[in-house]
């Protein structure tokens, strides 16, 4: 059964760091482009960034581009979203998902992580 | 403001057939793949539909998926009670290198 597996959320402070985790299992991790989509209160999915099976194709949303920096481990089965300098705006629920395809470009994400709050506030 | 554009909400009686549109432009619709999302809040949100018109296993034929130039639809038939949630198309941004998902489109079953 694949699952994914999101932690790593909680309440920071305007310009703080947090540092996402998502566990997978029950597939082939490293056969897979990886995904971080969130969803702020009240609004739409977002996409944020995306990893390629081997990290050699990373994409970021405008958004966090130069403050966010993905990263996977396929020894560990594990994608990570560095989130620094963050802002108010940045408060969401935060989805790992797998992709169908493997290059970081967005095919279908098939399967997703039950998410992760992120709270910046003063 | 999204890149892909879809109505905010869209409603049909149970057992009826739905629509729901998602227009965008030559650089992610017109040449990429689209691919549909049910999201309940407090869930995560669920593929319908991948590659424009391909459905996963285990998602029923009453979801359909189309394309046409540079818009998609998704098609509900036999609407059921549960099947109301939010919907949401997505596709890349060959352009801009993003993905990109449309605004969403609530659906209620009257």
């Known amino acids: 059964e694949v699952q994914l597996v999101e932690s790593g959320g909680g309440l920071v402070k305007p310009g703080g760091s947090l540092r996402l985790s998502c566990a997978a299992s029950?597939?082939?991790?490293?056969?897979?482009?990886m995904n971080w989509v969130r969803q702020a209160p009240g609004k739409g999915l977002e996409w944020v960034s995306s990893?390629?099976?081997?990290?050699?194709?990373?994409y970021y949303a405008d958004s966090v581009k130069g403050r966010f920096t993905i990263s996977r481990d396929n020894a560990k089965n594990s994608l990570y979203l560095q989130m620094n300098s963050l802002r108010a705006e940045d408060t969401a629920v935060y989805y790992c998902?797998?992709?169908?395809?493997?290059?970081?470009?967005?095919?279908?994400?098939?399967?997703w992580g039950q998410g992760t709050l992120v709270t910046v506030s003063s | 403001q999204s890149v892909l554009t879809q109505p905010p909400s869209v409603s049909a009686a149970p057992g009826q057939k739905v629509t729901i549109s998602c227009s965008g432009s030559?650089?992610?619709?017109?040449?990429?793949?689209v691919s549909w999302y049910q999201h309940l809040p407090g869930t995560a949100p669920k593929l319908l539909i991948y590659?424009?018109?391909k459905r996963p296993s285990g998602i029923p034929d009453r979801f359909s998926g189309s394309k046409s130039g540079t818009s998609a639809t998704l098609g509900i038939t036999g609407l059921q009670t549960g099947d109301e949630a939010d919907y949401y198309c997505?596709?890349?941004?060959?352009?801009?290198?993003?993905?990109?998902f449309g605004g969403g489109t609530k659906l209620t079953v009257l």
């Open positions: 029950g597939f082939t991790f490293s056969g897979h482009s």
């Open positions: 030559s650089s992610n619709i017109g040449n990429n793949y």
């Open positions: 998902a797998r992709d169908r395809g493997s290059w970081g470009q967005l095919v279908g994400n098939d399967y």
């Open positions: 990893i390629s099976t081997s990290s050699t194709y990373i």
């Open positions: 997505g596709s890349w941004d060959s352009s801009l290198s993003v993905g990109v």
């Open positions: 590659e424009n018109n």
